[in-house]
């Protein structure tokens, strides 16, 4: 029990600390289900069919009962130790799983459908919970260390476009790659050309990442073909985001709803990783943010290099992001100098659609603008009537006493819907000063042009 504690410890500083390293995770073994057309492995006595005109290697774990086997043109079978094939009509075995109906032949898919820039395909070695990579760095970043799997088989398109990719170190096959040249002559080798393909050119001795401030990732213009490698399942189309005016960060492909912090940072002072932690422990670990995610990283906006945390509503209509990002906020000018934050902005998406509140609808920067418009319109109109007033373009008098009426009724023509004695008890009129009118409940302006009119 007394090593677990430091052992603990030692975890909690390792996902605490800025992903260094990406793990290719699709594998193209004989044995996994995914690998197959009917998503499951050949069953005994199946014809199995491989592509005739694509290069694979594929590593064979088990024993496998085959009725018939098309093998690639140039590909090669790994046989594990106690792996093999053996022959077998259809027939002639009975498999519970593989149910008693005329099966066709068993198609290995196409290996070359993993591409380097699918970020569905990379998991980051050592991500905190609570946190997550926006779209951009879900793929190897230019300072990372990318890892293969050790056992198991596996192809990696570097395309679309004969572009280059740059990370800090490939480990393929129990080797590691830091140089150019070594890496060029393991892709050229057989071993090399089964498992990597494309036109893109893959580049290894990038620096490691110390800047206490953080790095940024420099996958900023292979973001539209990580976009479309994410897209791709649901025909390039981003999902809508169940929310108004959603946001889209730096890095990601498609709206979300939530809040985005932007930090300009004291580069002699802030540090990525403490912020990092601080926002785990102080503020994520609270009842309150439970399930919210956040992406913290360093990214360049207008050339303009800054932190950006972006905070993800955990479901619609909670506003718990809203929420952090504005104690996040007061957060930095408390505590600005300590955290080496030299100023923080933010912003917010508005309500869940279908909230059937207009103003709920509107995001907070609108509804001060709203206000803010009525209020100068009103001040604009009221400006016009004095200046009109001044300059003698627009009149209106005081209230006066009424003059006496002569006898024998009002001059004019005789209403026959009002009569004389009706006219003659109608108490004077009062006009309303042209002037702006609050209350509680309402404001509103009487215009003097009308009041003018209504004068006898």
Not at 344 to 349: D, I, P, Q, Y
Request: with cysteine; proline share 8%; aromatic share 8%.
């Amino acid at each position: 029990m007394g090593s677990v504690g430091p052992a603990l410890l030692w975890l909690q500083l390792c996902v605490l600390t800025q992903a260094t390293y990406k793990l290719w995770v699709p594998d193209t073994n004989f044995d996994t289900g995914t690998n197959w057309s009917q998503n499951r492995t050949p069953c005994a006595g199946d014809t199995i069919r491989f592509p005739a005109d694509k290069m694979v290697s594929v590593l064979v774990r088990g024993s496998h009962t085959v009725g018939d086997l098309l093998l690639p043109l140039d590909g090669e079978l790994v046989l594990a130790p106690g792996a093999g094939f053996g022959a077998a009509h259809a027939h002639a075995v009975s498999q519970p799983d593989c149910g008693q109906e005329s099966r066709g032949p068993v198609l290995f898919l196409n290996p070359d459908r993993f591409s380097w820039l699918d970020p569905h395909l990379w998991r980051s070695g050592d991500e905190a919970p609570g946190f997550f990579s926006v779209d951009a760095e879900r793929v190897p970043c230019v300072h990372d260390d990318v890892l293969f799997p050790r056992n198991a088989s596996f192809r990696v398109g570097l395309g679309p476009g004969a572009r280059r990719v740059s990370v800090r170190s490939v480990s393929a096959l129990g080797e590691t790659f830091t140089r150019d040249e070594d890496l060029a002559a393991f892709l050229q080798s057989r071993a090399g050309r089964l498992r990597f393909h494309g036109p893109g050119e893959l580049r290894v001795g990038s620096e490691a990442c110390t800047d206490p401030s953080g790095c940024e990732c420099g996958s900023a213009q292979t973001l539209p073909w990580v976009c479309a490698a994410l897209l791709q399942p649901r025909g390039g189309r981003c999902p809508p985001a169940p929310c108004h005016n959603a946001l889209r960060p730096e890095g990601q492909c498609c709206d979300l709803c939530g809040a985005v912090v932007s930090l300009i940072y004291d580069s002699a002072t802030f540090n990525l990783e403490r912020y990092r932690a601080r926002l785990l422990d102080t503020f994520l670990a609270q009842p309150q943010y439970q399930g919210l995610q956040a992406a913290v990283s360093k990214v360049r906006r207008d050339k303009e290099v800054g932190i950006q945390v972006v905070l993800v509503e955990p479901a619609p209509g909670t506003s718990s992001a809203g929420r952090l990002g504005r104690a996040l906020l007061a957060d930095a000018a408390e505590h600005g100098v300590a955290l080496g934050v030299l100023s923080a902005a933010l912003r917010e998406s508005g309500a869940p659609l279908g909230s059937g509140s207009v103003e709920a609808q509107v995001s907070p920067a609108a509804r001060w603008g709203l206000w803010g418009g009525l209020a100068t319109g009103l001040l604009v109109l009221l400006g016009t009537a004095l200046l009109l007033h001044s300059t003698g373009r627009l009149r209106w008098r005081r209230h006066q006493e009424p003059e006496s009426q002569p006898t024998g009724g009002p001059k004019g023509f005789s209403n026959p819907t009002f009569s004389a004695a009706t006219w003659e008890k109608q108490p004077p009129g009062q006009l309303p000063s042209p002037a702006l009118t609050m209350d509680n409940s309402s404001c509103y302006f009487v215009n003097p042009l009308f009041a003018a009119e209504a004068e006898v």
